[in-house]
């Protein structure tokens, strides 16, 4: 299964988890936060052995903040799941895009 934002982007319907609304709610994030995040995004880690589906975590951007999407992507239904989303600390990341290694 690819797991790249075309792949995403085709996605006919996308589905909010509870847990990504309740963090979406804490961080301030709205849907469209997070649906202009995926379109402006980039995959940065592959989740591929990840249960019930296949995962991702998701970089962009939505009003020049970055935004961290984690999506699983259902392989016999047309659907996005939005697992989670955070505003991701910048003293974990380098560019919002690697983690830091940790010693």
């Known amino acids: 299964m690819e797991l790249n934002v075309e792949s995403i982007k085709r996605r006919e319907q996308i589905k909010f988890t509870d847990h990504a ?3 979406m709610e804490k961080d301030g994030i709205s ?6 995040a995926i379109e402006n995004g980039k995959v940065i880690e592959e989740y591929v052995n990840d249960r019930p589906f296949p995962s ?3 970089y962009g951007k939505s009003d020049e ?3 961290h999407v984690v ?6 239904v047309n659907m996005l799941i939005i697992v989670t989303v955070y505003i991701p ?3 974990r990341w380098i560019e919002f ?6 010693k």
Not at 31 to 36: F, G, H, K, M, W
Not at 97 to 102: D, I, T, V
């Open 21 to 23: 609304r309740l963090e």
């Open 31 to 36: 849907a469209d936060d997070v649906l202009n």
């Open 56 to 58: 991702c975590l998701l």
């Open 65 to 67: 903040n970055p935004i």
């Open 71 to 76: 999506c699983a992507l259902p392989q016999h």
């Open 89 to 91: 600390e910048p003293m």
């Open 97 to 102: 895009k690697r983690r830091l290694k940790w």
